[in-house]
């Protein structure tokens, strides 16, 4: 597989949309994120919230006990729809965590061939995180009411993406065997 370059600028943007999520939103309890110096940065995002401060290992522990129930039920419910359900994080905050997890994953080599479309998007230069961040929070919101739409979708209908690139960019990283979730 191809590795695909990164611009320093989408680090920076995404640097400056998390500034924004700490500005608008503080954290109860004010930390800094720390990457891990062993080449693999990226982590699950209730390890990136509770680094930053939004949710306490008692909250967190709730919030996976009920992932994992819904699991059991043949439910699949995303930890940061739980978080946001819950009240502990808002969209903004939960979108930053994402880009700054995203940023980790472009460059962590055991996540090469298992990108999500944002992020394959993202790498391809196809759109800016600027770009990416009010569709992952509709995205968000849109789950938050029961109501599933594939972020391919929701950038299309924003004129964010066209249809035919959008298709593009699925074709190219399928046949590149890049998974999409």
């Known amino acids: 597989m191809t590795r695909l370059y990164v ?3 989408v680090g920076a943007e995404v640097a400056h949309l998390l500034n924004k999520a700490l500005r608008d939103n503080p954290p109860p309890v004010a930390k800094s994120l720390i990457l891990t110096p062993n080449g ?4 699950r995002i209730g390890s990136y919230l509770l ?4 949710v306490t290992p008692w909250q967190l522990v709730l919030a996976l ?3 994992r129930q819904a699991a059991s039920e043949n439910r699949r419910c995303k930890l940061g729809d ?16 994402l880009l700054v997890q995203m940023i980790d994953r472009l ?12 992020e394959d998007l993202i790498a391809r230069g196809v759109l800016s995180p600027a770009q990416l961040a009010p569709a992952l929070e509709l995205q968000i919101w849109l789950r938050q009411r029961n109501m599933q739409v594939r972020l391919g979708d929701l950038l299309v209908r924003q004129g ?3 249809q035919q690139m959008l298709g593009i960019v ?3 990283s399928m046949a590149s065997e890049v998974a999409f979730v």
């Open 7 to 9: 611009p320093a600028t």
């Open 40 to 43: 693999k940065t990226s982590r």
């Open 51 to 54: 680094d930053l401060g939004y």
């Open 65 to 67: 006990a009920e992932q």
């Open 82 to 97: 739980i978080l946001v359900r819950q009240g502990f994080v808002n969209t903004q905050v939960l979108v930053a965590a």
């Open 107 to 118: 460059f962590d080599q055991a996540y090469a061939s298992h990108r999500f479309l944002g």
């Open 160 to 162: 964010v993406v066209d």
């Open 170 to 172: 699925l074709q190219t």
